[in-house]
């Protein structure tokens, strides 16, 4: 019997559950959205079109225009949301580790003087197929919504940036890294759970040893992919807010993506600190009170 070894099994649980809600949060719509890895925040992109289309009669830009009723036409920001909406482009995209959903911001998209940031929430119209090995791929989305809308109107009508999908690219490798190492790191805990259950109602040397080893592993597994997974969100942000800031694409980070995933690497981390103590101080501990046992 070692008792103590229940303690390790509850960090490992608690450690699995956290790991999972990092594989499956926004999986589907409305599950814990907020817990995205980048969201892309396209409510601003009309606004170019207008500011482009403002005055001119001509081409696809021009017609555009014609959809915007006259009431509104004098302000940009409506006569925008009008265009974003003929055009089928959401306010925002927010990609999770197996797919993106994309909706509208509630009540407003930006905040004013009666409604702060804060106040602003995600309203998820749906989400895309859950594919593994998923890479965000704005270019393709926002082309297919101009498509389908069917006004003939392009990328390079809205002066969206190739640089933004180059950098987003160049982070692919990571991210599926990334996923693949939180399904190792998912079985690695799994089993880490298993053993210390099975400790707490063994002894000896090598169920210790084991134990160690599997929470040495799951430690390092999951460390990898937080450390991997932090670097898409701040480098895919960093380079989405460079180069789409001109056409006013802004891309927020995903901060509670981030604690959770570190959360769930400090407590594997802690559960292995405890066998490190088990195995090396505990084995003494316990040859120290052998002989008042048998006496
Ligand atoms: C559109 O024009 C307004 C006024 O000139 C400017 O403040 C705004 O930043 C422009 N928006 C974009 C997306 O270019
Ligand atoms: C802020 O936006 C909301 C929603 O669009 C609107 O109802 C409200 O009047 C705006 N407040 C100001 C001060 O512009
Ligand atoms: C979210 O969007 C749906 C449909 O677009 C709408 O019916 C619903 O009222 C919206 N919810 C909020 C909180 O705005
Ligand atoms: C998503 O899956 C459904 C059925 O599972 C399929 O009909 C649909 O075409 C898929 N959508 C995409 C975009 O792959
Ligand atoms: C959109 O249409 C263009 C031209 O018809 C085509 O080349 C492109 O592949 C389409 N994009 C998507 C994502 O369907
Ligand atoms: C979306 O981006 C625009 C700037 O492009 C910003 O003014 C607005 O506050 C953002 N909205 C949200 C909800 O982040």
């Not at 990609?95 to 409604?115: R, W």
């Not at 084991?210 to 430690?219: D, M, Y």
């Not at 001109?246 to 995933?261: D, R, S, W």
Request: proline letters at 3%; hydrophobic letters at 45%; aromatic letters at 8%.
């Amino acid at each position: 019997m070692r008792p103590t070894a229940l303690i390790p099994a509850l960090l490992s649980a608690a450690a699995l559950v956290l790991a999972f809600l990092c594989l499956f949060a926004g999986h589907k719509k409305d599950f814990m959205e907020d817990y995205h890895v980048l969201t892309l925040n396209t409510s601003r992109l009309g606004e170019g079109v207008v500011n482009g289309t403002l005055g001119s009669d001509d081409g696809t830009l021009g017609s555009l225009w014609d959809l915007v009723p006259d009431s509104i036409q004098s302000d940009v920001s409506e006569a925008a949301g009008v265009i974003t909406e003929k055009l089928g482009i959401e306010d925002f995209y927010s990609a999770h580790l197996l797919d993106y959903c994309f909706g509208q911001y509630t009540p407003t998209e930006t905040p004013n003087a009666t409604i702060s940031a804060s106040d602003i929430h995600k309203n998820v119209t749906g989400c895309s197929n859950q594919t593994a090995m998923f890479w965000f791929n704005p270019n393709e989305i926002i082309e297919q919504a101009l498509n389908k809308s069917g006004l003939g109107v392009t990328l390079a009508d809205l002066e969206w940036p190739e640089d933004v999908q180059k950098g987003l690219d160049a982070l692919r490798i990571v991210s599926v890294t990334a996923f693949v190492l939180y399904c190792i790191a998912i079985g690695l805990i799994f089993l880490s759970f298993v053993s210390a259950l099975v400790a707490v109602f063994t002894s000896g040397r090598l169920s210790a040893c084991v134990n160690l080893l599997l929470g040495i592993l799951s430690f390092l597994v999951i460390g990898l992919a937080s450390a991997l997974v932090t670097a898409v969100i701040e480098k895919g942000g960093d380079v989405i807010n460079e180069k789409g800031n001109e056409i006013g694409l802004q891309a927020n980070k995903g901060k509670k993506f981030e604690a959770l995933t570190w959360v769930a690497t400090a407590l594997t981390f802690v559960a292995m600190a405890m066998w490190v103590f088990e195995t090396c101080v505990g084995r003494r501990r316990k040859v120290a009170y052998e002989p008042a046992k048998h006496g």
